[in-house]
């Protein structure tokens, strides 16, 4: 059960009612919620392979302007040439499945995981709501877009909600 406090936080982070929420993934230290688990099938009925999904709005901008400026294809790049960063890349892909099937089996994407894992990478969000939901060391490219990212939540709260509605 989500927090109606919580939901409405999410839904002012994403413009719009969140989807499918099956928790908190992980809370930003200004206390709002900045990824949420999603349930790896949507109300109604379409398999949704993204289980950390990124709902603080100045964390997606930041890493959209990381996106736009080629870093995800430097990554893609290592992996093709560094054996031990392609394992632990491959071991997050592992636990991303992991922590998925705990929430349901969905045969559709099943060893799908998202971001491009294990193979490249074509999204950094992703990436960053791993590290952020599963930990440090989980993900050593979710890690490096954290590191980038910095104090994100320096400013303070992304969003303020009161009574349900944002302030």
Known sequence: MIDPHDEAVIGAQLGRPPRSIHGIGHRCPCGNPDVVATEPRLEDGTPFPTTFYLTCPRAASMIGTLEASGLMKEMSDRLETDAELAAAYRAAHERYLAYRESIGRVPEIAGVSAGGMPQRVKCLHVLAGQSLAQGRGVN??????????????????????EDGAPS
């Open 140 to 161: 050593p490219l979710g890690d490096e877009v954290l590191d980038a990212l910095g104090e994100f939540w320096a400013a303070g709260p992304c969003v303020r909600v």
